[in-house]
């Protein structure tokens, strides 16, 4: 009962694998669309996390009973715990909008930095966990997420190293002559 394999009846070749680095563009346009979303979606939850800091009253305050009737009272997280708090709420909106940049820009120091926002901003949510640093961790999920998909490729290269000044000649010397090193005497200088 066992089964022969035939072999397929010829068809149309495989088309050619693209040249470079191995994606096609299709691919590359798709992957950073996604890239581009991810790094927006860190940026709304960012400027979610500000804007819930300054404007939502989080904290439940005080209930009086006068004559003009009931009054309650409440306070933001920013009314509560004071202005420093600002800073590590608007840390991830920093992180996320150097990574937005470093998305659309084909930067190597770019994407460096912005990969050290990133991971400052993912170290604060971890130290921050008690006390609602977990709401900052989504923000590194996206940006990190932002940054794998942007292609390598699209970097640009680094520039060519100029030659050092000791190993080219100068246009006063002849080919023949090597450039004296400094501190050395040379004959008739003082």
Not at 51 to 77: C, I, M, R
């Amino acid at each position: 009962m066992g089964r022969e394999a035939r072999p397929l009846p010829p068809g149309p070749e495989a088309p050619p694998l693209p040249s470079g680095p191995g994606i096609s563009p299709e691919a590359r346009t798709r992957r950073r669309r996604l890239a581009l979303r991810a790094a927006g979606g860190g940026v709304a939850w960012s400027l979610g996390l500000l804007a819930t800091g300054l404007l939502v009253p989080l904290y439940d305050g005080q209930t009086s009973a006068d004559a003009n009737g009931l009054t309650l009272s409440s306070a933001t997280y920013v009314q509560r715990t004071g202005a420093w708090v600002l800073i590590p709420l608007a840390l991830p909106l920093l992180a996320s909008v150097v990574a937005a940049v470093a998305v659309t820009r084909p930067d190597r120091r770019l994407r460096r930095a912005a990969g050290a926002a990133v991971l400052a901003t993912a170290g604060l949510g971890l130290v921050l966990v008690t006390s609602g640093g977990v709401l900052l961790l989504p923000v590194a999920i996206l940006l990190t997420a932002a940054l794998r998909l942007t292609p390598r490729w699209a970097e640009t290269p680094r520039r060519a190293e100029t030659p050092r000044r000791a190993e080219t000649p100068r246009q006063s010397e002849t080919p023949g002559q090597a450039e004296t090193p400094r501190g050395a005497e040379t004959p008739g200088r003082r």
